[in-house]
């Protein structure tokens, strides 16, 4: 029997990730809190909060903070539920599996980050400052940049933990405990600056982005996608499946 393409089994996780109760909640979140977003920045924000680059960007927020999840779950939820039994009994090629969740989470991050810059537009054409609807095509591509490894993040931690409360738990509490420490702590701000994905993200949301803030945010990337991600992989594929 031959294998099916990777192109199916990233179809199927990416219907994996919507059917779900959880996971269909979250997206429908995600969308509603744009929205949200979108609108109370158009109803309490000043004239420079009502611009195109600032709407996209805000509009944003929810994607970065709440769709890593979505991800996180579409691994745990078969170790936690048991299906990953039927899931490599189809598939017993384990790292076609998680290719597929992967590439599946990167899809579902691209199609996010265009909804939200779609809302931002949207309500700038709705409410915005006249003369703000300058948007770099640069920046959308550092925003979509951002949110694609803020997903893998998720990803790589619910791959790593394989159970859905301590991933979760995992994925903001450890990144949150490492950046307040290295703000607090003297002695770790110098290497907060380039482990710090929170604080190292920031200045993609607008243009200049220096060879520095790059170096930064790509070392920070490593640490907290590539490092969770290759431990998870082999964990993955050495893990009992009972």
């Given amino acids: 029997m031959s294998r099916p393409p990777l192109v199916r089994l990233t179809l199927l996780e990416l219907r994996k990730a919507a059917d779900t109760r959880a996971g269909g909640w979250l997206l429908a979140t995600v969308g509603a809190l744009t929205v949200a977003v979108v609108g109370v920045r158009l109803a309490a924000g000043g004239t420079a909060a009502r611009t195109l ?34 899931t490599f009994g189809l598939v017993p090629a384990r790292g076609r599996v998680v290719a597929a969740k992967l590439l599946a989470a990167s899809l579902l991050a691209v199609a996010a980050t265009a909804v939200a810059v779609a809302a931002g537009a949207v309500g700038f054409a709705v409410g915005g400052t006249a003369g703000g609807g300058h948007l770099s095509a640069t920046v959308v591509a550092q925003l979509a940049l951002v949110n694609w490894v803020t997903m893998l ?14 991933a979760v738990v995992a994925y903001y509490v450890v990144p949150l405990g490492w950046s307040v420490a290295g703000r607090l702590v003297p002695a770790l701000q110098s290497a907060a600056r380039w482990l710090d994905v929170g604080q190292a993200r920031v200045p993609l949301v607008a243009p200049g982005v220096t060879g520095q803030e790059w170096a930064r945010f790509g070392t920070s990337a490593l640490l907290w996608v590539a490092v969770p991600a290759v431990l998870g992989v082999l964990r993955v594929r050495r893990a009992e499946v009972t």
Wanted: proline share 6%; with cysteine; glycine share 10%.
């Fill in 153 to 166: 993040c998720g990803t790589a931690f619910g791959l790593l933990l394989l159970h859905s409360a301590p």
């Fill in 53 to 86: 680059g600032s709407l996209v960007a805000d509009a944003q927020l929810p994607v970065s903070v709440l769709l890593p999840v979505v991800g996180l779950l579409s691994v745990t939820g078969e170790w936690s539920q048991r299906t990953v039994l039927t």
